[in-house]
């Protein structure tokens, strides 16, 4: 039997990716089976289970690309000439979210089978931490180019404000995901200016 290359096999799991994103978003996280992700694929289910062994590996897979792109999103901000304040981090974040899941529901749903699933669990603790980690740094550097901290002091300050923002980022899933007529701009709005700067 031929060899996959590496380019084919990214190719192939890419596609199932975006077909369990559009199956997620129609159903939500928990009424979708890999029957439907399978479906919306359009690839037999022996093809699927070549590259994921369950739904789970599939969510993961799904949380690892969002991820990266959402620390790409961060790196690429702190590129820019003056860095934008920490508050432009939180809508930057936010943005590229719901324009990867299109309902952040998605994101309750699955911390919501994180409580008693181990695997989902660690995933999401793993998500938690990247994002965390990834605030942390950009603030870090924020307070190194808006205020002239010293390296060390910077990341002080950044290790204790990082929770808050982490705190926001999570508060708008749950409110938009939860709350009717939840008013995303007024939330940011209202919440974005009492953060630290």
């Not at 790196?75 to 719901?98: F, H, K, Y």
Request: aromatic share 6%.
């Amino acid at each position: 039997m031929p060899k996959v290359s590496e380019q084919h096999r990214v190719a192939r799991q890419d596609e199932i990716i975006e077909a369990a994103l559009t199956a997620f978003r129609r159903k939500g996280f928990q009424a979708t089976s890999m029957a439907e992700i399978i479906s919306e694929s359009g690839m037999s289910a022996g093809a699927i289970y070549g590259y994921f062994d369950s739904k789970t590996e599939i969510v993961h897979a799904v949380a690892t690309r969002i991820v990266r792109a959402r620390v790409e999103d961060l790196d690429n901000l702190a590129q820019l000439d003056p860095m934008p304040e920490p508050s432009i981090m939180i809508r930057t974040l936010l943005s590229g979210l719901i324009d990867s899941l299109g309902l952040p529901a998605i994101l309750l749903q699955v911390w919501g089978e994180a409580v008693t699933d181990p695997t989902l669990r660690e995933l999401c603790v793993g998500i938690f931490g990247s994002l965390r980690d990834a605030m942390t740094l950009y603030v870090a550097r924020w307070q190194q180019s808006a205020h002239g901290l010293s390296v060390v002091d910077a990341q002080r300050v950044a290790r204790e404000q990082a929770p808050l923002f982490v705190s926001v980022v999570n508060g708008f899933v749950v409110q938009d995901s939860l709350v009717p007529g939840f008013d995303r701009a007024s939330f940011l709005d209202e919440t974005l200016p009492h953060l630290p700067r």
